[in-house]
Each structure stands twice: as C-alpha cells, then as structure tokens.
C-alpha cells in the first residue's frame, strides 16, 4: 500500500515583537525612512535597514551610541528569493552591555560599502563574507581569500554550491588524494 504524501509545511516565521527605545529612537531619528523595522526577536534587538543606510547606521552607533565592537559579519542566502542576499551585521556596546543586529537585503549585483573606516575588525569579517558567499564589499583594502585557498573556485555558504562542487582539482593538486565526493 502507497503511503500518503504528507502535506506542505507552513514556513515557520519568526514570532517578533516591536522594539522600542533610545537605540531605534536614535536611528529613526537620523535614518528616518531608511530604519524599515525595529523587532525583538527572543528578547535579541535588531533593525531592518535600506542597504544604502547601513554604514550610517554603523557609525551612527559607534559614535552616538558607545557601540564599540563588531562582534561579526554574516550572510543569509535565499536563491529563490530577490534580493538574494541578506546581509547581517551584529555590534555590541561594552559600557551599555548591549547588542544589536542590523539587517538589509542586498542583491546578488550590488556592492556593500566596506565597514573598515568604522570599525578596524570588518577587514577580517569582510574577508570572510566575501570568501563564503562571493558578497564584495566596494572600498575594501585587501579583499581576498581568508579561509578557503586563492586558487578554490566558487563560495561554499551559496545554497547553489553543494558538496559535491567542491574543487575536486585543488583537492587532486594540494591534497594528493581524490575526493570522495
């Protein structure tokens, strides 16, 4: 007897709640339309942001707000979806004790602005969204390979890059040995 096919899955949305405060008030306030939302999410403070409002929002946080560290840099694929990427970046306030996540969507044809005239530690953060997701950062000093070797083709945290893309002629060239992919 055939099994029945089990029914679609709703996707499972984020259950948000609105963040309010000094730190939305403060980048609406200068962001105005840029800042798209202000959400908690777990009790964990983010803002959807326009891309272009990005780094003012980062510098605006660094120095109004004491936001003194770039904890990291990261990046969400969605290739079914356009824009494709979105790209996060988490800031953390050591005299506030603090953390905040700012979002934007970012499509596969734009450049983000680079964050290093902000904050020193973007250069290595950066270099590996660029290395995992091919995302390259305009006004970056030394974008390049961090992780993965010059030579490698592809990024490997593209959800269109599978294992079994791995760069079966680096591993051959470097490694001696033949995937087992």
Not at 83 to 106: C, D, G, M, W
Not at 120 to 133: I, K, Q, S, T
């Amino acid at each position: 007897m055939a099994e029945e096919p089990k029914p679609a899955k709703a996707p499972v949305v984020m259950a948000t709640v609105a963040w309010d405060g000094a730190i939305p008030e403060l980048l609406r306030e200068h962001l105005g339309g840029s800042v798209l939302d202000t959400l908690l999410y777990l009790d964990q403070p983010f803002a959807v942001l326009t891309l272009a409002a990005m780094l003012p929002a980062l510098d605006l946080l660094h120095a109004e707000a004491d936001f003194d560290y770039l904890v990291d840099i990261t990046a969400v694929d969605y290739p079914k979806r356009e824009p494709r990427f979105e790209l996060i970046y988490i800031v953390y306030s050591h005299s506030r004790n603090e953390r905040v996540r700012l979002k934007a969507q970012l499509p596969v044809d734009q450049n983000p602005l680079s964050a290093v005239p902000i904050f020193l530690g973007a250069n290595w953060l950066e270099r590996e969204v660029f290395d995992m997701f091919g995302i390259e950062f305009a006004g970056h000093p030394d974008l390049r390979r961090i992780l993965m070797p010059e030579e490698w083709s592809g990024f490997p945290l593209r959800k269109d890059y599978g294992i079994t893309q791995m760069d079966n002629r680096w591993v051959r060239n470097n490694l001696g040995i033949e995937s087992g992919q």
